[in-house]
């Protein structure tokens, strides 16, 4: 039988960071912010998830007597400077479609756990950053994200995994704790700039950047298009200005050649510009928040992000974007973007597109004319 030593000897060797043990009991204050905060948190069991339930490890496996949580560092490497900024770091080199990073370490612990007699199952909906810190790897943030407690210089460029598993070992240490430094004066708070950081250790998931990136309803609010600002899927802003992060974001990494090599398909005229099939091939094996049905979504967020650069060499290609597509959405927010570029080309476009609009549509194109009355 394997003693924990043995499975944190494999674990490392397998590439994980850290690795800790907890009990199976339910997450309570899981349930209790929930519970108490179901008004943020409604939207979650539209999408399938449901975080209740899985507040209950047991619900996952009957028999489970352990967790496992292993820490995975997915910023090991420098990720291409035209990507970094605009797509969230841990969606960079996310595999769960392809499965050939993060899965294929899941699946050689899991192998060894199974070849000495233990069985083990990978809850979808645990809450795993807390069963992180229950097992003792770390603590959180106010920004509500976890921090590792030992590796990565205790940073939270880590994705936990909580792994179930049906043989009893001792728990580890609990560490749920808040450990941000007093000096800190909430840079997190202060710099998320859809004020999705509510107060400290409360976020209001509906309006960071991440969920209205790839789940946002409609046409994006005016109010938020600019505060989004060059992000089209995901956002770094709260962990990049943590001083807790600065040791990790001081270093001089290796390049990442795997995500260097898929880097040209993200290329903004090129996602601007996409079809269901290039999506399929390039798009939706690495960051799959959104269907084929929701080109819409990314061709929205990449206009707005083409807006934001206030680079006018993206005139052309908005202008052609919106001859090319009949999306209200994207095409409202392409008229949204060319006025806040300005110049001859876009007033040009902008005023020709005007002649066949109504409704929702004129409206934004009256809104970005304005932009270029002196
Ligand atoms: S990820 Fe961005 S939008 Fe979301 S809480 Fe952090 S700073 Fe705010
Ligand atoms: S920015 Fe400051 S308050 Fe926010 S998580 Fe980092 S240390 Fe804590």
């Avoid at 690495?286 to 979504?297: A, I, K, N």
Wanted: proline share 5%; glycine share 6%; charged share 25%.
């Amino acid at each position: 039988m394997l003693g924990k030593t043995e499975i944190i000897k494999k674990a490392m060797e397998i590439g994980f960071c850290d690795i800790g043990f907890t009990g199976i009991e339910p997450f309570t204050s899981q349930l209790q912010i929930l519970q108490e905060r179901s008004d943020l948190y409604h939207w979650t069991l539209e999408k399938g998830m449901d975080l209740q339930k899985g507040a209950d490890p047991t619900t996952a496996m009957p028999e489970a007597k352990t967790l496992i949580v292993v820490l995975d560092n997915y910023y090991q490497s420098a990720f291409p400077s035209s990507m970094v900024g605009k797509f969230g770091r841990c969606y960079l080199d996310d595999d769960r479609v392809t499965r050939d990073g993060l899965a294929i370490r899941i699946k050689q612990l899991r192998s060894y756990l199974r070849e000495n007699g233990i069985q083990s199952t990978v809850p979808a909906f645990l809450p795993h950053r807390l069963a992180a810190a229950r097992a003792g790897l770390g603590g959180f943030g106010k920004n509500c994200l976890f921090y590792a407690g030992r590796a990565v210089r205790q940073s939270s460029w880590v994705l936990p995994v909580a792994i179930l598993i049906d043989h009893e070992f001792t728990a580890d240490p609990p560490s749920v704790e808040v450990n941000c430094p007093k000096w800190c004066r909430n840079a997190c708070i202060s710099a998320c700039p859809t004020g999705a950081l509510i107060s400290p250790n409360k976020i209001d998931p509906r309006r960071c950047i991440s969920y209205l990136s790839y789940y946002g309803e409609g046409l994006t609010p005016l109010e938020l298009r600019e505060p989004m600002g060059m992000w089209v899927y995901g956002c770094d802003r709260c962990q990049n200005v943590c001083p807790r992060n600065e040791p990790w974001l001081a270093q001089e990494l290796p390049e990442n050649n795997k995500v260097n090599a898929k880097a040209s398909s993200f290329d903004l005229i090129q996602l601007l510009h996409m079809d269901r099939e290039y999506f399929k091939r390039y798009i939706k094996p690495h960051m799959f928040y959104m269907s084929s049905h929701d080109l819409w979504r990314w061709k929205m967020n990449v206009a707005r992000v083409m807006g934001n650069s206030h680079d006018r060499n993206y005139a052309g290609n908005l202008i052609l974007a919106y001859r090319e597509n009949d999306d209200e959405r994207v095409r409202a927010m392409i008229a949204w973007a060319l006025g806040q570029l300005g110049g001859a080309e876009a007033l040009l476009a902008l005023q020709d597109f005007a002649h066949d609009a109504d409704g929702l549509l004129k409206d934004e194109i009256d809104l970005a004319l304005t932009k270029f009355i002196a």
